[in-house]
């Protein structure tokens, strides 16, 4: 059975991502999970590590670098087809939605707030 071994949460909301992580820790398919306040810290990370995340769920508004010039960063790494990348939003407007489908790293655009059957629907697409 697969499993996801690795999952980053990127995400400035602290009450978010701690309910984000309890909900993950429920979830018997997702192992670890680390989170990060800004993009660009990840950035960092995977430039310099071999251990890739299986998955990566990414906020939009977020101080340092937002979702969108993470994406253009991560978009520029010669590795950017081992990524999965989530965006979590809670903007309904088309138009980032729209935008997200350029990324060849984005999976899915996902409304807050995340729940299990939107977190096994992100666990059933990898």
């Known amino acids: ?17 701690f309910v984000l992580k309890k909900i993950i820790e ?3 398919n997702f192992m670890q999970v680390i989170d990060f306040k800004n993009g660009e810290d990840v950035i960092d990370i995977l430039t310099n590590q071999t251990n890739k995340p299986d998955i990566i769920l990414l906020d939009l508004n977020m101080p340092v670098i937002d979702g969108w010039q993470f994406l253009e960063k991560i978009e520029n790494l010669p590795d950017k087809k081992e990524y999965n990348i989530f965006i979590m939003s809670s903007s309904i407007d088309i138009m980032d939605i729209e935008k997200s489908k350029k990324y060849s790293t984005v999976k899915d655009f996902i409304s807050k707030p995340i729940n299990e059957a939107k977190l096994n629907k992100i666990f059933e697409s990898i």
């Open 1 to 17: 059975m697969k499993k996801i071994n690795l999952t980053y949460i990127i995400d400035d909301d602290k009450i978010f991502t």
């Open 26 to 28: 429920k979830n018997e």
